[in-house]
């Protein structure tokens, strides 16, 4: 089982920056992808950012050059910098685990099987 907690959410104003956090527990060896999705109320959940085992990165169109995913292995710590924040960008961000290969963009949800509890982010003009 594997467990991801985040952190690091919080309000900030239009061009501003914060650093989400995943740390992950369990049994977490054998990954293909981590990524970060965010929700609004009565939307979605979409794919911001995703990080393959190889090292691939896949960005969502309207964070690129804005945002960025990384990991420390070491500390198994999925990490998330995110830059000139937009008031669009407000909103539930969570961390997710791919523990099976997929054939789709791994900004899909369902390549996902484990899922952290979500860290807040508002963005204000």
């Known amino acids: 089982q594997v467990q991801l907690v985040e952190s690091g959410g919080g309000s900030v104003q239009a061009g501003g920056s914060l650093r989400l956090s995943c740390a992950s527990s369990?049994?977490?060896?054998?990954?293909?992808?981590m990524g970060w999705f965010r929700q609004v109320p009565g939307k979605e959940r979409e794919g911001v950012a995703a990080?393959?085992?190889?090292?691939?990165?896949t960005y969502w169109h309207s964070v690129k050059g804005r945002f960025t995913i990384s990991k420390d292995s070491d500390k198994n710590t999925l990490y998330l910098q995110m830059d000139s924040l937009k008031p669009e960008d407000t909103g539930m961000y969570y961390c997710?685990?791919?523990?099976?290969?997929?054939?789709?963009?791994?900004?899909?949800?369902?390549?996902?099987?484990?899922w952290g509890q979500g860290t807040q982010v508002t963005v204000s003009s």
């Open positions: 997710a685990q791919a523990v099976r290969a997929y054939g789709g963009s791994w900004l899909n949800e369902w390549a996902y099987n484990y």
């Open positions: 369990g049994y977490t060896a054998r990954w293909y992808s």
């Open positions: 990080l393959e085992r190889d090292g691939s990165t």
